[in-house]
């Protein structure tokens, strides 16, 4: 089983017969509990850092099964911006993100403009995954709650997966572009 501790492999410091993950069906976060062996103290652990198991063995129908994960840290907003998620642009004083730490229903950043001058605002994080994670001919999601409560007149929301070669050179990029009210909370996904 790969086993990544804060994106880096640490399969071989992880014993498979220590490895018991709890779940509950309809809970996306299972509890797993694991023995880490550091013979020489070089695994810097930290609180909160995430970890990764990946039966790599699993198939159906003779095609190994890559299960999805999310590659965003604090993605929902739970510990505020934490440092992770970065405003940019003339208007990022109009982004606001929770107390940290918040959960549930308050958990999630907000833009809120009116007759604001010409402008324009980024909320963005950049991801280093682990090239062990990706694979070839894969399809990557990048889905969120959009909730637009009235029609944007002169501007839009957009969101979107950038991907980076390994001197930060940009070599995709891929967007989906919003207008109108969405009537509520909506979730919408983009591919790439």
């Known amino acids: 089983m790969l086993t990544l501790i804060n994106k880096l492999d640490q399969t071989g410091n992880v014993p498979h017969d220590s490895i018991s993950i709890d ?29 990764i198991l990946i039966d790599e063995n699993v198939a159906l ?5 890559i299960p999805a994960h999310n590659y965003l840290i604090n993605n929902n907003f739970t510990y505020g911006s934490g440092g992770i998620w970065v405003k940019s642009g003339t208007l990022s004083s109009t982004v606001t993100f929770p107390s940290s730490p918040t959960f549930g229903a308050g ?5 809120t403009f009116s007759n604001n ?14 090239v062990q994670l990706l ?3 894969r399809t990557y999601c990048f ?12 501007s839009s929301v957009f969101i979107g997966i950038q ?20 009537g509520g909370v909506t979730r919408v996904s983009i591919t790439a």
């Open 107 to 111: 958990a999630h950043a907000t833009l």
């Open 23 to 51: 779940s509950v069906q309809g809970d996306p976060l299972g509890k797993a509990k694991l023995q880490v062996i550091d013979n020489n103290s070089s695994i810097a652990l930290q609180c909160m850092q995430e970890v």
């Open 143 to 154: 889905s969120l709650n959009l909730n637009i409560t009235a029609g944007f007149v002169n």
């Open 135 to 137: 694979f070839p001919n």
């Open 163 to 182: 991907w980076l070669d390994a001197s930060n050179t940009v070599i995709s990029t891929v967007q989906q572009t919003y207008f109108s009210n969405t």
């Open 117 to 130: 001058v010409v402008g324009s605002v980024t909320v963005a994080q950049s991801t280093n995954t682990n």
């Open 61 to 65: 129908g003779g095609t190994t099964l």
